[in-house]
Nanobody
Framework: QVQLAESGGGLVQTGGSLRLSCAGF?????????LKWFRQAPGKERELVAS????????FYADPVKGRFTISRDRPRKEFYLQMDNLKPEDTAVYYC?????????WGRGTQVTVSS
């Protein structure tokens, strides 16, 4: 059973940075999970922000965050991250980490990111 726990959210001014972490309890080092970060702003649908694979190559970024956000992983620590730079007020949302393997998905509880103008 996989359990995910996010940390690193908070309040930051426009142009600031935050680093979100997702600890993956129960992740196997040999499964090529899809690692994803989603966000959901008030009144909006949840959207995919960035994704990468646990083992294989390939990274995806949504257009609004390209060049500002970086997804990365640390397999020995069983964690993955979202480095968010040059934050904008429109990045304000609850951010969720997600792991997907063979159609089974696991979600963290979310962490609030608020960017003040």
């Amino acid at each position: 059973q996989v359990q995910l726990a996010e940390s690193g959210g908070g309040l930051v001014q426009t142009g600031g940075s935050l680093r979100l972490s997702c600890a993956g309890f129960g992740l196997s080092r040999s499964n090529d999970y899809a690692l994803k970060w989603f966000r959901q702003a008030p009144g909006k649908e949840r959207e995919l922000v960035a994704s990468m694979a646990w083992i294989s190559a390939g990274i995806f970024y949504a257009d609004p965050v390209k060049g500002r956000f970086t997804i990365s992983r640390d397999r020995p620590r069983k964690e993955f991250y979202l480095q968010m730079d040059n934050l904008k007020p429109e990045d304000t949302a609850v951010y969720y980490c997600n792991v997907d393997f063979l159609g089974r998905e696991y979600w963290g509880r979310g962490t609030q990111v608020t960017v003040s103008s």
